[in-house]
């Protein structure tokens, strides 16, 4: 086995709290979509389908390293969206959340010499800096926008994915 059982058993409970990202971004894209808000819905698909490619990453990471993956049971997401900026707000809250987790996922294969584990988180620690990034910028559009979500819509339909020019 190249991993060890601590960081194994780390690493399935971030399995867990990706899937747990991926139900919340799935959440509020179901709201979104019964709202009539089809940009916003697409936004959030977007990050639902991506947290749950970071879950299979992990699980393939593990099942590679010869460990034993357990997916942990996932809460239900909240369900109640009070607006447009209160739902980008509960995602910038969650990706500082996934990166402080990430942090100490590092901590812990730098503390092992885990050198292997640490080349593959060094893709996540990257990665949440892009995350962070663009819910801070979706949220501070939607506050630039107000009360006129619609002015958000039209501006993600004209940008389109917000990543994809990164």
Same mark, same amino acid.
């Given at each position: 086995?190249?991993?060890?059982?601590?960081?194994?058993?780390?690493?399935?409970?971030?399995?867990?709290?990706?899937?747990?990202?991926?139900?919340?971004?799935?959440?509020?894209?179901?709201?979104?979509?019964?709202?009539?808000?089809?940009?916003?819905?697409?936004?959030?698909?977007? $990050?639902?389908?991506? #947290?749950?490619?970071?879950?299979?990453?992990?699980?393939?990471?593990?099942?590679?390293?010869?460990?034993?993956?357990? &997916?942990?049971?996932?809460?239900?997401?909240? &369900?109640?969206?009070?607006? +447009?900026?209160?739902?980008?707000?509960?995602?910038?809250? *969650?990706?500082?959340? &996934?990166?402080?987790?990430?942090?100490?996922?590092?901590?812990?294969?730098?503390?092992?010499?885990?050198?292997? +584990?640490?080349?593959?988180?060094? *893709?996540?620690?990257?990665? $949440?800096? #892009? #995350? &962070? +990034?663009?819910?801070? #910028?979706?949220?501070?559009?939607?506050?630039? +926008?107000?009360?006129?979500?619609?002015?958000?819509?039209?501006?993600?339909?004209?940008?389109?994915?917000?990543?994809?020019?990164?």
């Amino acid at each position: 086995m190249l991993i060890s059982t601590t960081l194994n058993q780390a690493i399935n409970d971030q399995i867990g709290s990706e899937l747990s990202a991926s139900n919340q971004y799935l959440q509020l894209a179901a709201h979104f979509g019964s709202e009539d808000l089809p940009e916003l819905a697409a936004f959030f698909f977007r $990050q639902s389908d991506e #947290e749950r490619s970071h879950a299979l990453k992990f699980v393939h990471y593990i099942l590679d390293a010869g460990g034993k993956v357990t &997916v942990p049971a996932v809460k239900a997401p909240p &369900v109640e969206v009070k607006s +447009a900026e209160h739902a980008a707000q509960m995602s910038l809250d *969650w990706e500082k959340k &996934v990166t402080d987790q990430i942090n100490g996922l590092l901590q812990m294969a730098t503390k092992e010499q885990d050198f292997a +584990a640490l080349g593959f988180l060094g *893709w996540f620690a990257g990665e $949440q800096i #892009e #995350e &962070v +990034a663009t819910m801070t #910028e979706l949220l501070n559009m939607i506050r630039r +926008a107000g009360d006129q979500v619609l002015q958000v819509e039209s501006y993600l339909a004209r940008r389109g994915d917000p990543r994809g020019d990164r």
